[in-house]
């Protein structure tokens, strides 16, 4: 471990067609908020520098490492379906990577790519960002990270007056989607490097196949659809899944608007301005589809000199998504509800479960802690959310016919969480956060390091909210 920090600078120097050399401004009174030790140490950073005054004026932008190269990543991106060629990051900077991670600092001010933006953070999305990213880390759900999260003192002009603030959002790279779709407006030269450069990246043992681009497409198309799955399996709706905020190394990124579904309902969208439902909870595998479509639009130059081979080539792998993601899906479930294999029996289980969650509004995350405590005789059905319904029981015999009755308490609590950044803990949180006192995140992010364990007098970390107002999410910005 060195008690400094040293950045390699692969993007700056092998893609510099495609991001902007640009130095953060900084910020001359800033104050660390959270920082993640545990996240330092796998990245080797040592503890001691973490606690150093060096650290601070490093990550508030306002010093700069020798070993670092800044710059802001250009990008375009398809925003709710519509193609915007000058997006980048306008209020990102790349520092450089640490163990071939990048390290990123986001709210730091005006780039090149900021438009009329400000470039800068509000603290309280910062704080969601951490909390919510380091709870997906936490469930195993691949994902960028928070190495810090700081304020910066300084006021910045919203709707209100907010206090700003920055995080340092670590990532095993930000290219997304619409990186390429970037990258394809310029040149074939420049996409070619952008895919090469990727595939080294995030899956070099794709170099030794006989047509690399279209294995490094296929295996997009993978680390995706089992990331959706995922998502789909705690309930969690992204709430912005323009081609810019999908990664090519399959891990969330961008956590504006998303939230988590309390009662079970398909439709459920929570961002202010998704008006068609666009990315609703139950369209996330479609716009999957569509998100990826657009990619495979991009590399078509690259898979054959006969472009309707490539198309060809390209949708064959497309049509694939959707039947790969339908098996991710049902392993997720056949997981969370401790049933073997996926075969129609389970699959027709699966489905009736979430049919009864549906037309009861019952409550996703407790429902599987619940009925872990049901077969386990630790609950009675009268006192969970499943209640006195008929149809619940007739369920619950077909099901226990096929699930281990022994292990099945222990498997599930391992599966389901009985703690999520609820919606309505983190806005109360966040309030008090952003009005100087801490102790509300602290605790939250600490409960959700061990999302799985039960905590003796923290049941409120556990219940949904007891208002039925919707609850309403709002773009980072
Ligand atoms: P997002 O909604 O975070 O995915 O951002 C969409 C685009 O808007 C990206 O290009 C961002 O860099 C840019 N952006 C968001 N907020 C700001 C800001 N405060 N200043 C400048 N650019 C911004
Ligand atoms: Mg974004």
Redesign the pocket.
């Known amino acids: 471990m060195s008690n400094s920090i040293n950045f390699e600078n692969s993007y700056a120097k092998e893609l510099n067609e495609i991001c902007e050399k640009c130095m953060p401004a900084g910020f001359l009174k800033p104050e660390f908020l959270i920082k993640n030790y545990r996240l330092a140490e796998e990245l080797g950073i040592d503890n001691n520098f973490i606690d150093s005054k060096e650290c601070l004026s490093i990550f508030s932008g306002m010093s700069l490492p020798k070993s670092s190269i800044p710059i802001a990543q250009a990008y375009s991106g398809h925003q709710f379906g519509h193609f915007n060629l000058q997006?980048?990051?306008?209020?990102?900077i790349l520092l450089g990577e640490v163990q071939n991670m990048d390290i990123q600092l986001k709210g730091i001010g005006q780039t090149p790519?900021?438009?009329r933006?400000?470039?800068?953070?509000a603290l309280g999305p910062v704080l969601r960002e951490y909390v919510v990213s380091e709870f997906m880390h936490s469930i195993n759900i691949p994902t960028t990270r928070a190495l810090f999260a700081l304020k910066t003192n300084e006021t910045i002009f919203r709707e209100t007056e907010q206090p700003g603030g920055v995080l340092t959002r670590v990532a095993k790279s930000h290219i997304r989607i619409g990186t390429f779709e970037y990258a394809r407006s310029k040149n074939i030269e420049t996409l070619k490097s952008l895919t090469d450069y990727s595939i080294n990246r995030h899956y070099p043992e794709l170099n030794q196949t006989d047509n690399k681009y279209l294995s490094f497409f296929a295996a997009v198309c993978d680390k995706q659809a089992c990331l959706i799955s995922k998502w789909m399996s705690v309930g969690f709706i992204h709430g912005?899944m323009n081609t810019?905020?999908m990664t090519i190394s399959g891990e969330t990124i961008?956590y504006?608007p998303c939230a988590f579904m309390d009662k079970y309902d398909p439709k459920t969208v929570f961002s202010s301005i998704d008006h068609n439902g666009r990315y609703a909870y139950l369209n996330q595998p479609a716009i999957l589809v569509w998100n990826l479509t657009k990619l495979a639009e991009t590399l078509i130059p690259l898979i054959d000199e006969n472009k309707e081979k490539s198309v060809k080539q390209l949708s064959e792998v497309l049509q694939l998504v959707m039947p790969s993601y339908q098996e991710y899906f049902y392993k997720e479930f056949c997981e969370k509800l401790g049933l073997n294999n996926i075969d129609d029996k389970n699959i027709k289980i699966i489905d009736k479960y979430l049919k009864i969650l549906h037309s009861e509004s019952i409550d996703f995350t407790l429902s599987f802690r619940n009925l872990a405590k049901i077969v386990n005789k630790s609950m009675k059905v009268e006192d969970s959310v499943f209640r006195e319904s008929k149809i619940f029981e007739k369920w619950y015999k077909t099901w226990k016919k096929e699930i281990n009755v022994e292990n099945i308490f222990q498997e599930m609590n391992l599966k389901n969480p009985c703690c999520i950044p609820r919606n309505h803990l983190i806005e109360d949180a966040l309030k008090h956060a952003v009005n100087g006192d801490m102790a509300e995140i602290n605790l939250m992010t600490k409960l959700l390091q061990e999302p799985f364990i039960e905590k003796d007098n923290y049941e409120k970390y556990m219940m949904p909210s007891t208002s039925d107002e919707r609850y309403v999410t709002y773009?980072?910005?």
């Open positions: 997006l980048g990051d306008g209020r990102a790519f900021s438009r933006g400000d470039g800068k953070s912005v810019d905020n961008d504006g773009c980072g910005t």
